[in-house]
């Protein structure tokens, strides 16, 4: 069921489905709850399913002109408070596995395991900085070029072909970002802390599910994180939309994740 709340003045958009322990999910950059179709059904079938449209996304509105992973994270708490939910299980695919962390960060107390599919807890490098600094002064004038690239080419090179229906159909919500909130958002991620101290410090349940042949993050460096944060990893075959790229695999991941996190 779609719901929405006001916060700070903008509508905030989420789909609440599904009875039992509460599993949050927070989609990417340029992405929204829909990217969670093929998911929702399968999870919800033991769980309460809570999919978040973050600031700038989907339809929930923007919010000045950087979107920090830390207000991204208050707008979660703020959603989780107003359904009066006090555990929870999160998921966060990309930009939202630094929302994720931001709001563990915060609410260490709230968290029953944390999974990082296809993110990272560390900042950006600096070429990566340079990168969405550069990508903000050419969305201005090019938009719609901007985001098809940025988007397709998360995806390894065997999939865009293989989904390539998918692809078009997920890159249709991507084109529906507004310019703001791919400028404050893409702002965001570019000043976001390196959290890898909240997964070493905490206890909970912790996950990385990140794709072989993922263009953006590397398997050997997240490997290795996982390895310093004593955290569990899935590696899949796909590219960074793992999503997509591996559906089914990814479901079996998930439903064990959860049901071993409510043992934590």
């Known amino acids: 069921m779609e719901k929405s709340l006001f916060f700070k003045n903008i509508k905030i958009s989420f789909l609440d489905c599904g009875n039992g322990p509460v599993v949050v999910f ?12 093929d998911l929702i ?23 000045g002109y950087i979107h920090s992973m830390e207000m991204m994270a208050e707008v979660v708490s703020a959603v989780l408070k107003s359904l009066r939910i006090r555990k ?7 930009m939202g596995g630094y929302v994720s962390l931001a709001l563990t960060e915060r609410y260490p107390e709230m968290i029953r395991g944390l999974c990082l599919l296809n993110s ?14 550069r990508a903000n002064k050419m ?10 690239m940025s988007f397709v080419n998360l995806f390894c090179e065997e999939s865009k072909t293989a989904f390539k229906s998918k692809i078009e159909n997920a890159l249709g919500e991507a084109l529906k970002t507004p310019l703001q909130g791919y400028i404050a958002s ?17 206890r ?16 050997s460096e997240t490997l290795a994180e996982a390895k310093k944060t004593q955290s569990e990893a899935v590696l899949l075959s796909g590219g960074h939309m793992s999503h997509i790229e591996n559906t089914d695999s990814l479901i079996k991941a998930l439903n064990r994740f959860i049901k071993q996190s409510l043992n934590y």
């Not at 927070?26 to 179709?37: P, S, V």
């Not at 929870?88 to 695919?93: C, K, S, Y």
């Not at 912790?206 to 398997?219: A, N, Q, R």
């Open 88 to 94: 929870i299980t999160l998921i966060g695919h990309s």
């Open 139 to 148: 969305v201005k004038s090019n938009f719609e070029n901007m985001v098809r």
């Open 204 to 219: 909970f349940k912790k996950l990385f599910i990140l794709g072989k042949k993922d263009p953006v993050l590397s398997e």
């Open 41 to 63: 059904p399968e999870i919800s079938k033991k769980n309460r399913v809570i999919a978040i449209d973050l600031l700038g996304h989907g339809k929930t509105g923007c919010l």
């Open 26 to 37: 927070l989609h990417g950059f340029l992405e929204n709850n829909t990217m969670w179709k």
């Open 186 to 202: 893409q702002e965001g991620m570019r000043v976001r802390l390196n959290r890898m101290w909240v997964l070493k410090n905490n």
């Open 120 to 133: 990272s807890s560390l900042s950006d490098t600096s070429a990566r900085k340079k990168l969405r600094v």
